[in-house]
């Protein structure tokens, strides 16, 4: 079974520029979490889809950072301007539907801002 | 305060020593616990889940106190593989919100 998949696993710019990540969940899995992991802290959850319907975004930074799931399957995250602090792994992770069963992690994109 | 607090270490402890690690959490309305563990620059992956009556997975324990709000983690018969961070993750389905611990470093010495 293909795991989650992420590109690009490793991106670098500059502050106030813009960024998008993508994410290909596990066939099937209607729940799709984005998360960011800033080094030595645990994942922070910053939006949570139920097929193509937003859950929870209430860590979401929506001033510049956007997220969309269309169709229910793929989903982008934006960050549009990046900060400094912008910088962290983010990582997707998708779960078959209910909230209590395993979350499945993809790779990650480690985004540093200069 | 924060939802979920670990004690983030690092844990060194020689080859076959028995190790525990706790982790709190503040919303008594908490209703799924797991530990996950990530190795360096990898992604996290399900240890296992934290049932009411506690559980076991061949060395591994984890055990949960609703009265005191704390999850714990044994690893008995410590084995160099078992280097890596362990989360601690707790879920208020309620809030539909995850909440990762930052982590405890455990490094496995021969």
């Known amino acids: 079974e293909a795991g989650v998949a992420q590109s690009p696993r490793y991106k670098i710019i500059e502050k106030r520029q813009s960024v998008a990540f993508w994410c290909n969940p596990i066939?099937?899995?209607?729940?799709l979490y984005w998360y960011q992991q800033i080094l030595g802290q645990g994942p922070k959850l910053l939006i949570q889809?139920?097929?193509?319907?937003?859950?929870?975004d209430s860590q979401l930074p929506k001033d510049r950072f956007s997220a969309e799931r269309l169709k229910g399957v793929d989903s982008t995250l934006k960050i549009q301007p990046a900060k400094l602090e912008d910088s962290a792994v983010y990582l997707c992770?998708?779960?078959?539907?209910?909230?209590?069963?395993?979350?499945?992690f993809g790779p990650g994109t480690r985004l540093l801002v200069l | 305060r924060k939802e979920v607090e670990q004690d983030p270490g690092p844990f060194n402890v020689p080859e076959g020593a028995t190790v525990a690690f706790n982790c709190t959490y503040s919303?008594?309305?908490?209703?799924?616990f797991f530990w996950y563990r990530q190795d360096c620059r990898k992604e996290p992956k399900l240890l296992m889940s934290?049932?009411?009556s506690g559980n076991e997975d061949g060395r591994f324990t984890a055990q949960l106190n609703r009265a005191s709000q704390y999850i714990s983690l044994l690893i008995r018969d410590s084995k160099l593989s078992d280097s890596a961070t362990y989360l601690c993750?707790?879920?208020?389905?309620?809030?539909?919100?995850?909440?990762f611990g930052t982590g405890t470093s455990l490094t496995v010495i021969p």
């Open positions: 993750v707790v879920n208020t389905n309620t809030g539909n919100q995850f909440y």
């Open positions: 889809f139920q097929n193509n319907g937003v859950v929870d």
């Open positions: 919303n008594s309305a908490s209703q799924s």
């Open positions: 066939s099937g899995h209607a729940t």
């Open positions: 934290v049932y009411s």
């Open positions: 992770a998708s779960s078959l539907n209910h909230v209590q069963e395993t979350q499945y």
